[in-house]
Antibody
């Protein structure tokens, strides 16, 4: 059974760096074809793909946010970490951790973590 | 870069069939055969309903089906039920560094 769970701060101040951790179980991030990524959704708005890291450490980022995003993995801990620098109120959103077993099909989702950016 | 256009809302009565369209309005050369559909109920995480245009994951009702014609993919819900009322997002694998793009979502209302 594949599960993912996001953790991190619920409130960050503008200009701060957000660090989110995805802790997963039921699969290994060292298995060929497997990836873990992040999607966010501002309140009442659409989904936005942010980043994804594959079993071979290949990393993909949203072009519009590339300069602010870093995704890393710790295979031994079954964790993936996303950092977002220079947070702004427009970054207020629910951040979802996702699994893909085939490069791009997001077949399992975490419950999501709401992050509010406010001073 | 690809962009996906969906209608803002679609509605239907119980038992009816509805279709949600998803049109790729531009392309960076990616293959539009890698279209997925996600269902999202209020306050919940999205759920994968269709991938690779028309493949249903295990456990998804066969009332949900996907198809594609040209640059427009479609999700059809047959035998509409109250539980189908949700937001539906299409997404496409672009094959580039962008990887995945989402449509703006379609709100399905069961009348």
């Amino acid at each position: 059974q594949i599960t993912l769970k996001e953790s991190g701060p619920t409130l960050v101040k503008p200009t701060q760096t957000l660090t989110l951790t995805c802790t997963f179980s039921g699969f290994s991030l060292s298995t060929s074809g497997v990836g873990v990524g992040w999607i966010r959704q501002p309140p009442g708005k659409a989904l936005e793909w942010l980043a994804l890291i594959y079993w071979n450490d290949d990393k993909r980022y949203s072009p519009s946010l590339r300069s602010r995003l870093t995704i890393t993995k710790d295979t031994s801990k079954n964790q993936v970490v996303l950092t977002v620098t220079n947070m702004d109120p427009v970054d207020t959103a629910t951040y979802y951790c996702v699994h893909t077993g085939s490069y791009y099909v997001l077949d399992y989702w975490g419950q999501g973590a709401l992050v509010t950016v406010s001073s | 870069q690809s962009a996906l256009t969906q209608p803002a809302s679609v509605s239907g009565s119980p038992g009816q069939s509805i279709t949600i369209s998803c049109t790729e309005t531009s392309s960076d050369g990616g293959d539009y055969n890698f279209v997925s559909w996600y269902q999202q109920h209020p306050g919940k995480a999205p759920k994968l309903m269709i991938y690779d245009v028309s493949t249903r994951p295990s456990g998804v009702s066969n009332r949900f089906s996907g198809s594609k014609s040209g640059n427009t993919a479609s999700l059809t819900i047959s035998g509409l039920q109250a539980e189908d009322e949700a937001d539906y997002y299409c997404s496409s694998y672009t094959g580039s560094s962008t990887l995945v793009v989402f449509g703006a979502g379609t709100k399905v209302t069961v009348l």
